[in-house]
């Protein structure tokens, strides 16, 4: 098919972490190369949740934006954008809530889990209850293809899946569907057109898998066709209407070996964070009073790196032969701890330093930061629009 195109979120929830940047940042960074891609902040969602929270929300969107460009998302590569700013994503969430059943929302694991977690909040919201629908309408308005994401979020996707399907499965064929494929083989042009035809039979009559192959390369390739009729004439291949919204895949971020000062998974609410923009004097103070093994008192003691969280952080940020300086130091007491730190103090540095230089740039020059969002806004909300258009006709609700 076609290229693929990825979106995915991230709530602002404060400055951004190494956590992070093993984990979901440096995902993006590489897939930016490999396919169309769409990155923005999902303010709504954190509205769900952090509804009595506005100043906070407002001040790590730039934040957050500002730690995405510096580690390293490429404006000219992706599109970066903030979800309030494409209101079209609200519309498309209010038209896709009038087809879905309350019960499927209600059994969406996170529904339940997130309500214990947080129990200090009421969230027994309108909203938080349509966070996953909201957020299948940031997917769908793109038809995005792939949707990399973490595992805990498989749920929503597969929730988005049922979504589509249920929303072409009601209104597939727009009207007048067969008359615009029609005209869509006018399009075409006369020889193309013919192919197209005789492709199309073929296939339909025959079962003949290559020419269903071949007719879907010769619509690909007509840069001439706007998408909706490529769309079209694509389904019309295979006797079904139009597909409207697409059900996209997930794609798993690799998961992060990335652990806390404290040996637990890095997260801010185990406070156990280095921050992307850490100041290199904090982050040397962080990781020199790291615990380490409990059983190595003094200088002397023999210790086991298996005790001990410098000794995971060595796992991410070691070669092979410092892996290897660590352990026989720790468990022959050839080392102190404060030794055995120093190299990861090194590494961490050396990582953060091209962040924390590009983060500078973006830090001094606000307007430039505000400009990549209003762009890459204005590109999201282009694709957007078009989707709306094909939704609204298919809702009757286009009036035009
Ligand atoms: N719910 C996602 C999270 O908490 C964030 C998100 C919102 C998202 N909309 C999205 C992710 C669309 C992928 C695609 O991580
Ligand atoms: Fe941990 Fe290194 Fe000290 Fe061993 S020597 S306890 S691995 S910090």
Known sequence: MAIERIVSGMRPTGHLHLGHYNGVLKNWV????????????????????HYDDPEIIEKNVWDMVIDWL????????????????????AELHTLLSMITPLGWLERVPTYKDQQEKLSSKDLSTYGFLGYPLLQSADILIYKATQVPVGEDQVPHIEFTREVARRFNHLYGKEIGYEEKAEEGIKKLGSKKGQLYRELKTSYQEEGDDQALEAAQALIDEQQSLSLGDKERLLGFLEGGGKMILIEPEYKLTPASKMVGLDGQKMSKSYNNTIALREDPKEVEKKI??????????????PGNPNNCPVWQLHQVYSMEKTQKWAKEGCTQAGIGCVE????????????LKPIQERAKDY????????????EGCEKARKLARDTMRDVREVMGIDLS
């Open 30 to 49: 590489n897939l930016q190369h490999e396919a169309e891609s769409l990155f923005f902040v999902a303010d709504w969602h954190a509205l769900t949740t």
């Open 363 to 374: 830090i001094e020059s606000p307007d430039l930061v505000k400009s990549v969002v209003a």
């Open 70 to 89: 510096a580690a390293g998302i490429d404006p000219a590569l992706a599109t970066i954008f903030i979800q309030s700013k494409v209101p079209e994503h």
């Open 340 to 351: 055995c730190k120093q190299p990861i103090i090194e590494s961490v540095l050396k990582e």
């Open 288 to 301: 020199r009073t790291m615990p380490t093994d409990p059983a190595r008192i003094r200088r002397n003691d």
